[in-house]
């Protein structure tokens, strides 16, 4: 039976850049500076410190006498004056889940400040699924249609999959390999709705300007409905970040995020 996926890919987020308060405290004694991020409340361990802290040592001003929160700091300091380089020092690494073919070939387009590690369809198809688009969700002919496709095409696929000894080798190829010239032979014939999981990780600056590209109107419904679910990881684990991101109507009821300082 093959496996369809119906619903909008899945994002976890495993790693973020971790500040390391000793060493911090270490910097501050050397240079003689105090910081009372250390002293009113905030979290020195809280990845968003980092960018802080990049904002703070251009200008040597480790002076607050506001007493400001670090997120108060990235917005009122940071964002609404586009000093967006320092946003690149934290970085986030995401595992999505049941991402279609076409949207990672869309996601590897955004090379600055990001790094992807897809699923191998030619070493493994343990998980081999087809992922609904989300055209498709909403008229029931069109779903029928596609499963029943995406049905003929897992047939002919393992039947090119398991047909290892009918390819050429070369001598004293390893079986590992034979299965893996049988697996690229048998990839060929799957679409673009074929589905992956992945690593993909990049610096928070990199992150709000591919989320307002990937989430407007104007680009593929899939590839929106990606972005969105990866926002809103974002969105919940670097509030002072994304304070400034809001939620706009959008087609097929998924959002269209768009920042108040749009490029930074």
């Known amino acids: 039976m093959i496996k369809i996926i119906d619903h909008a890919p899945r994002v976890f987020l495993v790693g973020v850049s971790t500040p ?37 040592v251009c200008y040597q001003s480790w002076n607050n006498p506001k007493k400001a929160t ?17 946003l690149e020092h934290v970085w986030v690494n995401l595992l999505v889940a049941d991402v279609c073919r076409s949207v990672e070939m869309e996601m590897i387009r955004h090379g600055d400040g990001t790094a ?35 049905g003929d095409v897992s047939m002919v696929y393992q039947d090119i999959a398991q047909f290892e000894e009918g390819f050429a080798v070369l001598e004293g190829e390893s079986k590992l390999m034979k299965r893996k010239r049988s697996k690229e032979a048998a990839r060929s014939i799957l679409g673009n709705c074929v589905g992956a999981d992945g690593l993909f990780s990049a610096n ?14 104007s680009a593929d419904q ?33 959002p269209q995020v768009k920042f108040a300082v749009e490029k930074v």
């Open 20 to 56: 390391q308060p000793d060493a911090i405290q270490q910097y501050l004694r050397y240079r003689g500076e105090t910081w009372n991020v250390f002293t009113d409340g905030n979290i020195a361990s809280w990845p968003e410190t980092l960018i802080e802290i990049a904002g703070r």
């Open 70 to 86: 670090t997120g108060e700091y990235i917005q009122e300091s940071i964002v609404s004056h586009k000093h967006g380089s320092v």
């Open 116 to 150: 992807f590690s897809w699923e191998s369809q030619r070493f493994t198809d343990k998980h081999l699924r087809f992922i609904v688009p989300p055209l498709y969700r909403q008229d029931r002919k069109l779903r029928i249609v596609f499963e029943n496709i995406c």
């Open 204 to 217: 928070l600056r990199a992150a709000r300007h591919i989320i307002q590209l990937r989430t407007d109107e």
């Open 222 to 254: 899939s590839i929106r409905e990606t972005f969105y679910e990866i926002y809103r990881v974002l969105a919940d684990s670097f509030p002072a970040t994304f304070e400034d991101a809001r939620e706009m109507e959008g087609f097929l009821g998924v």
